[in-house]
């Protein structure tokens, strides 16, 4: 972990954070080593009501499909599960959606189509019918102060934990970035921690499809088109990483995730890392225009913290 100083040479004693031991969590570590002042609006400054519209239509459909595989792994021995399922996802989707902006409407219609596409092909790709699955497990390591949620484990001959990510591209650095997140390690060391070790652990990236409704076009035949996409072209919307726990990466990750936790409790001046106000897709922060406009910031150019620097690259399947 890099020595490096959290802190701006300008002193903004009111940005000290209320709970000096408040629970962490990988979301949380994440915000932090990307932008200091992203973390601070997000868990120590009353700012979950700060959300960019621009970002609201990508973050609706990865809870969607989080929350219709989520279910799926359930309720699948019932009988019309798939069809239930889906319905529920988008009154979940539209009730994250609206209100929403008129130029925007297309957009939202077209993500629809692609949650019901997109999920009818993980449920026939990420699942076997013999295996004890468990979805949406929840954890607290009370040595860590630390708490998650993984979003699968399946208990056979080994235990696999899988992690679900959507994305817009699946490009050689965006699946690598994926696969190889820390965020999986700490997931596994922390099961390790409180009793439930797993085996081996599985990322299923899902892209997002491109495809855009034609004039007059009903949905479902927009639905149809997206899933004959699915189906015909799975390896250019449909990804799967698996790599076996070791010894070692437990003791690597731990190291890593106590350093992360020591450098953000012990952070009492947050800093603007500007060299992540805009992602490598051109989407803003949702917090730019608060922060940009907060003329009490310091701020600095400089690439963030390298979490997980020491890491291996994952084997790809």
């Not at 409180?194 to 899902?206: E, K, L, R, S, Y």
């Not at 449909?238 to 012990?266: C, G, H, Y």
């Amino acid at each position: 972990m890099p020595a490096r100083s959290l802190t701006c040479s300008k002193k903004m004693d009111y940005k000290k954070p209320t709970e000096v031991n408040r629970p962490e969590h990988y979301s949380g570590i994440q915000s932090f080593f990307s932008c200091p002042m992203k973390y601070y609006y997000s868990y120590v400054h009353n700012g979950h009501g700060i959300v960019s519209i621009d970002h609201v239509p990508a973050m609706a459909f990865g809870t969607a499909i989080h929350f219709g595989l989520a279910s799926y792994a359930q309720h699948r021995s019932y009988d019309s599960v798939a069809g239930k399922i889906i319905k529920d996802t988008e009154i979940l989707f539209n009730g994250m959606m609206y209100p929403c902006r008129d130029d925007v409407a297309a957009k939202i219609f077209g993500l629809k189509a692609n949650i019901r596409a997109a999920l009818i092909t993980s449920f026939n790709n990420f699942f076997i019918d013999y295996l004890d699955t468990y979805a949406e497990v929840p954890f607290y390591v009370p040595e860590y102060n630390f708490y998650g949620t993984v979003d699968r484990i399946d208990k056979g001959i080994k235990r696999i934990l899988w992690e679900y990510k959507t994305s817009s591209s699946l490009s050689i650095n965006t699946v690598k970035s994926l696969v190889n997140s820390i965020q999986q390690p700490i997931y596994v060391l922390c099961l390790n921690k409180i009793g439930f070790p797993v085996d081996c652990v599985n990322t299923a990236i899902i892209k997002k499809s491109t495809l855009r409704t034609r004039v007059k076009e009903e949905m479902e035949e927009l639905t149809l088109r997206i899933a004959a996409e699915y189906i015909s072209k799975p390896s250019e919307y449909i990804f799967k990483s698996e790599w076996d726990v070791d010894k070692k990466l437990l003791v690597d990750t731990e190291i890593e995730l106590r350093a992360a936790l020591d450098i953000i409790r012990s952070t009492s001046v947050y800093y603007r890392n500007t060299s992540n106000c805009f992602s490598m897709m051109g989407n803003r922060c949702r917090y730019y225009m608060i922060c940009r406009d907060d003329i009490t910031l310091g701020y600095k150019d400089k690439e963030p913290l390298n979490l997980g620097k020491h890491k291996e690259e994952r084997p790809w399947l």
